[in-house]
């Protein structure tokens, strides 16, 4: 059964500054909770978790132009799973460039797109403080969870 | 030097399987005789009925929409409020030993304190407090995790996974290969979750977790004061108890529970007066949160698959009882008899066959809400033994635990000291208790307020998956302590239902925003 999860956080950065860092498969560890390290071979990955879990991943999309990033787990214990990593830029405000992050997560069984999106959402957050580390404190949260 | 604290809880069990609650089941002689000796509750009610809302409120004091943890899977903060912080800080040794649960489980990037304690050999770290001082995990010097498997990252698996590695296997898989809840069947009948577990009792979870409070009462000084929460995974589904124990109880003995409906004709028309989730999960068409198998109808369930159920959730309490009473004989031993306060209770019940239904979920009747609650206060207090009829809650423990220290109940506890009595409960106006649900799962939100008041129970639905918002359920538990009989479409129930609303959206505290996030299923 299939289950498909969403989160999305607002960044005050620029979407070309946000994606230098998403766009780097390999530089998933520098902002990802709980991913040690993401080393990638061609098209594929191989990230390991903070429990010493490895997880296999092929890399499916690097879209620069539409900032999208996309990949899939290949662990035999996960029928399908899409992760899909979109950057939109969100143009100018008073704070200056921002941009809105979107990660998604689809996979079979159900269960692991909770499990697994949980991850992104915090990976969302850590993105969020490194890439406005300089600026002053971040709204309280506008972080919302949808399709749970 | 004060009075010791020790909170003993257990995971999903039913007022009605404690002797000195009625129950013909399960012998439970140390919490009857806690009981006899001490204030018990017949109208204790939890602020929600599945485990991490609920254990979260135990810590806090807060009802679910204040401490924010508003289903299972969502984590209660490290730098939330904690009733152990207060005593610690004001000199109590602390510790929780056994079922933590205010973090998820499923982690595999290891995101979570309480699932890293085991695997990095320590029992605590220094965290902020809620006041912004650094202090232990939560307040907690000591804490010592298990739940109900011998696989996964908490102390009691690595323990058993270096001392007794062959039994790691033994239990029944709480989950299926899907990480969904299993529903495979065991035991004689096939019943979901039961299992023959060939572990020896003295490895099994129970005993280990009074093995290790006992460990850890011994390493204080004898002139410490002490908070123990020691929490009893069990009786808590997978029913795997250990097989040298399923003779205590057979299960081709065990009476069906009253709120058993044995006729399916009449159980059905029950299930169809009640809001429209209830006959569709019964009927196979709605699993609407993660805490129930997804593969079980439980239309399928048989008379004699409660039998075995509820023989096998009888051994777990009695097996409870005794490590129980393990530990309180090793009080003794060590001369604080006469000066430990013991609170007895658990998170949340159980439906366990009440119309034709097992597990838990959002459905607010006695099954889930009736808790056991014991105060058995410490003997040199003199306290004269009570039985208390009026409404209290889990939100009024760690209030009581600050009474007991001496210690002034901080403003941002909900709850109040328990009542010792009727006579007390009415003067400080005991008179209601709030229950809340929420959950979002796939696409499927249900969403429950509850009062529980004057003797009426009163369920408003809010918009949802399932629910419009004009839907609820209103039982008389005086004239109905089934609570069969729906009366909130009753026009002779109007007045009473137009009053419990009103009261009820009175005393609710709002959802906190933003809601805190869902990390996993649970």
């Given at each position: 059964m299939l289950g498909s999860i969403r989160h999305e956080i607002r960044i005050r950065r620029s979407a070309d500054d946000v994606w230098q860092l998403v766009g780097?498969?390999?530089?998933?560890h520098e902002w990802f909770?709980?991913?040690?390290s993401s080393p990638v071979d061609g098209t594929s990955r191989l990230i390991t978790t903070d429990a010493g879990l490895p997880m296999p991943e092929e890399i499916l999309v690097v879209d620069p132009v539409q900032r999208r990033f996309q990949y899939r787990l290949t662990?035999?214990?996960?029928t399908h799973h899409r992760g899909t990593i979109d950057v939109i830029d969100l143009g100018l405000d008073v704070d200056g460039a921002t941009c809105i992050v979107v990660y998604s997560t689809e996979a079979d069984p159900r269960a692991m797109a909770l499990v697994i999106g949980g991850g992104t959402a915090g990976a969302l957050d850590e993105l969020r403080r490194q890439m406005e580390t300089a600026e002053t404190e971040p709204p309280a949260d506008d972080h919302r969870d949808d399709d749970v | 030097m004060g009075r010791k604290i020790l909170l003993v809880t257990t995971d999903?069990?039913?007022?009605?399987?404690l002797g000195c609650n009625?129950?013909?089941?399960?012998?439970?002689p140390v919490a009857d005789s806690l009981a006899a000796t001490g204030y018990r509750y017949e109208r204790a009610h939890p602020q929600?009925?599945?485990c991490m809302p609920s254990r979260s409120t135990i810590i806090t004091g807060q009802h679910p929409s204040t401490?924010?943890?508003?289903?299972?899977?969502?984590a209660l903060p490290v730098d939330a409020p904690s009733v152990a912080s207060v005593l610690h800080q004001v000199g109590y040794r602390t510790a929780i030993i056994g079922k933590?649960?205010?973090?998820?489980?499923?982690?595999p990037f290891a995101r979570f304190v309480e699932n890293g304690f085991a695997r990095s050999g320590v029992f605590t770290t220094t965290q902020p407090s809620s006041d912004g001082t650094a202090g232990p995990h939560r307040g907690f010097e000591h804490f010592e995790s298990a739940t109900h498997?011998?696989?996964?990252?908490l102390h009691y698996a690595r323990w058993l996974a270096d001392?007794?590695?062959?039994?790691?296997?033994?239990?029944?898989?709480?989950?299926d290969p899907e990480l969904e809840v299993n529903a495979l069947g065991g035991g004689d009948t096939g019943a979901p979750q039961v299992h023959d577990n060939p572990i020896p009792r003295d490895w099994y979870h129970t005993d280990w977790v009074a093995d290790r409070t006992i460990a850890w009462l011994d390493s204080l000084a004898a002139d410490d004061d002490w908070f123990c929460?020691?929490?009893?995974?069990?009786?808590?589904?997978?029913?795997?108890?250990?097989?040298?124990?399923?003779?205590?109880?057979?299960w081709r003995e065990v009476p069906l529970p009253a709120?058993?409906?044995?006729?399916v004709a009449t159980r059905e028309n029950v299930l169809d007066a009640k809001a429209r989730h209830w006959r569709a999960w019964y009927d196979g068409r709605?699993?609407?949160?993660?805490?129930?198998?997804?593969?079980?109808?439980?239309?399928?369930?048989t008379a004699d698959q409660v039998r075995e159920v509820n023989a096998r959730n009888a051994v777990e309490c009695e097996l409870v009882d005794e490590a129980l009473g393990r530990v309180l004989a090793a009080v003794d031993t060590r001369g604080w008899g006469d000066d430990v306060d013991v609170v007895f209770t658990t998170d949340h019940g159980e439906l366990?066959?009440?119309?034709g239904l097992l597990f838990k979920g959002p459905y607010h009747v006695d099954g889930l809400m009736r808790l056991p609650l014991i105060w058995r206060p410490a003997?040199?207090?003199s306290a004269t033994p009570s039985t208390v009829t009026r409404p209290v809650g889990l939100v009024d423990l760690a209030p009581t635990f600050c009474a007991i220290a001496g210690l002034p109940v901080p403003s941002w506890m909900e709850g109040r000291p328990l009542p010792v009595d009727d006579h007390d409960a009415d003067a400080r106006g005991f008179e209601r208790v709030l229950t809340e649900w929420d959950s979002v799962l796939f696409g499927v939100d249900v969403h429950l307020r509850t009062i529980t008041r004057d003797g009426w129970v009163c369920t408003t639905y809010q918009p949802g998956h399932s629910h419009d918002g004009t839907e609820g359920e209103l039982y008389d538990l005086a004239s109905d302590p089934l609570q069969q009989?729906?009366?909130?479409?009753d026009p002779a129930c109007a007045a009473t239902r137009s009053d419990l609303l009103a009261d009820l959206w009175d005393q609710q505290p709002p959802m906190r925003s933003p809601r805190r996030r869902v990390e996993a299923p649970v």
């Open positions: 780097d498969a390999a530089r998933l909770p709980g991913i040690t662990s035999p214990m996960i | 999903q069990q039913r007022f009605d399987t009625g129950g013909t089941i399960a012998r439970t929600s009925v599945v401490h924010g943890v508003w289903m299972n899977g969502v933590p649960h205010f973090e998820p489980f499923l982690d498997t011998g696989a996964g990252s001392v007794h590695p062959e039994a790691v296997g033994m239990f029944y898989p709480v989950l929460w020691m929490s009893f995974p069990d009786p808590h589904h997978p029913w795997d108890p250990p097989a040298s124990e399923l003779g205590r109880v057979d709120g058993y409906i044995a006729d709605l699993v609407s949160n993660y805490e129930a198998p997804l593969r079980w109808v439980p239309a399928t369930l366990q066959g009440d119309f003997r040199s207090s009989v729906n009366r909130w479409d």
